[in-house]
């Protein structure tokens, strides 16, 4: 019967989105293909209205989508960027059952106090402010009804999508996206893992007095319920509403930057949805990571590879860089191919080369990023096009959404030092163990 019903679920599903994207997507391609003119900024604000409504995993595939490079046309990756996982909550009724169903039917009596209106809603599910009757304030994260059916769902509409866009514009071949964003989804609908997630965090960063993590509440989780505690802190947009000094804006964005990186080039693990809702502010100006659901466990030669690719950049050593790519998983790559990859890199890694106190982009022009990817792509087109690893799409995301954040912060520091110090030691088995043990630790289930 369970069976059933999940395939019923994915049915509903489908119907909902098959008619947008698969509508869509036929129009650019009549654009793109048959000469048909349209307007596809509209198409891609119709686009962004289905996915906000449907609140589930197709808003955020979208998310990802919107930061990687030419992954979609320009049109809609302007407006899928918008997209913010705030979507309406479900009502107490469903909050009621649904935690009677994780925790039993006196769920209620663990609680002193349980919030009725949720104080927070994603595209997975929606959170609940509580507090324990030992005291803990907690927060109580409830997946939203048959999401595994609207993950299946959403991810075959997905693939329908990036086939046509594939025919249209063979630059970026999509295949390992594909399946990288599918294993991602699937493992952000267990709460148990996530748990186990936030504890890994908890460990990389406990020697990191600048950001704080959640910990999760034993006897108060399941798959499907995340209780977790709760930790004081600011939104980020009010934060920019109040007009912090340079110093404090830098003091934030230097939070952000050991958020991410001191457990990516530590352990070779980096948190894979830099969202601006899963972090907040601190009184002192630290930061609160929140959200583990996307996770990406990165061999260590994936990792020396990055840093080989930074140190050819910067000394103009294409052998070295053409010998980065190989060990990224850029099998077979060409020196033309190559040759246009750097020059994203060389975008990405421009701040870290300069030994000074900089912006993290010294133009002011907006579409300046914009700008870089679109010549990269056609240089891709006109070179045959690349299949970008599948470990290339967290990574990029995390990196484009982070100089986003810190462009808006106009944040200025020494980037080059902060990076140094992370990978002046580096050393590939260190990691493997130091990773290894973190995992372990933590009971993390390990997918490379």
């Known amino acids: 019967m369970a069976e059933q019903s999940t395939v019923i679920g994915e049915l509903r599903r489908f119907a909902r989105t098959s008619g947008a994207v698969g509508g869509i997507a036929a129009r650019v391609a009549g654009a793109r293909v048959l000469g048909i003119r349209g307007d596809r900024a509209a198409h891609a604000e119709d686009l962004k209205a289905v996915l906000g409504n449907l609140k589930g995993p197709l808003m955020k595939v979208a998310q990802f989508l919107s930061t990687v490079p030419d992954a979609l046309p320009d049109e809609y990756a302007a407006e899928l960027a918008h997209l913010q996982a705030n979507a309406p909550p479900m009502g107490w009724n469903f909050v009621r059952r649904r935690m009677a169903t994780e925790l039993g039917a006196d769920w209620q009596k663990r609680f002193s106090t349980f919030g009725h209106e949720a104080a927070a809603a994603a595209s997975l599910g929606q959170v609940h402010r509580a507090t324990t009757t030992d005291g803990t304030d907690v927060a109580c994260k409830l997946q939203y009804p048959d999401m595994a059916s609207a993950v299946e769902a959403d991810l075959r509409q997905l693939k329908v999508a ?4 594939h025919r249209m514009d063979n630059a ?3 295949d390992e996206i594909y399946k990288e964003l599918s294993e991602r989804l699937r493992e952000e609908l267990d709460y148990g893992r ?3 997630q936030m504890r890994l965090y908890g460990l990389m960063l406990a020697n990191t007095p600048e950001v704080s993590v959640p910990k999760p509440i034993d006897g108060y989780c399941t798959n499907r319920l995340l209780t977790m505690t709760w930790l004081e802190g600011r939104k980020l947009q009010t934060f920019f509403d109040e007009n912090p000094s340079q110093e404090i804006r830098n ?13 990516l080039y530590r352990y070779g693990i980096i948190h894979g949805d830099p969202h601006m809702g899963n972090y907040q502010v601190r009184a002192d100006h630290g930061v609160n990571l929140l959200d583990f659901g996307a996770i990406r466990v990165f061999e260590p030669r994936f990792l020396r590879g990055v840093i080989d690719l930074y140190e050819a950049i910067r000394d103009n050593d294409m052998d070295k860089a053409h010998h980065a790519y190989e060990s990224w998983g850029f099998a077979g790559i060409t020196r033309d191919q190559m040759d246009v990859l750097n020059g994203w890199a060389r975008f990405l890694y421009e701040p870290l080369m300069q ?9 002011t022009d907006p579409q300046y ?3 870089v990817a679109q ?3 056609a240089g891709l087109q006109r070179t045959g096009g690349v299949r970008p690893p599948r470990e290339f799409v967290l990574m990029d995301r995390s990196a484009i959404g982070l100089g986003s954040v810190f462009l808006r912060l106009r944040a200025e520091l020494n980037w080059h030092q902060m990076f140094h110090a992370l990978i002046d030691d580096f050393n590939e088995s260190a990691m493997a163990q130091r990773q290894a043990e973190a995992l372990t630790t933590a009971g993390v289930p390990i997918s490379i």
Do not use: C, S
Request: glycine share 2%; aromatic share 14%; charged share 30%.
């Open 162 to 165: 990036l086939a046509i866009y």
């Open 172 to 174: 970026i071949r999509n």
């Open 194 to 196: 996530e748990a186990a």
């Open 251 to 263: 003091e934030v964005a230097r939070a952000l930057f050991f958020a991410w990186y001191v457990p």
């Open 355 to 363: 030994d000074r106190v900089r912006p993290i982009q010294e133009t």
């Open 369 to 371: 990023g914009r700008e």
């Open 375 to 377: 010549k990269v792509h």
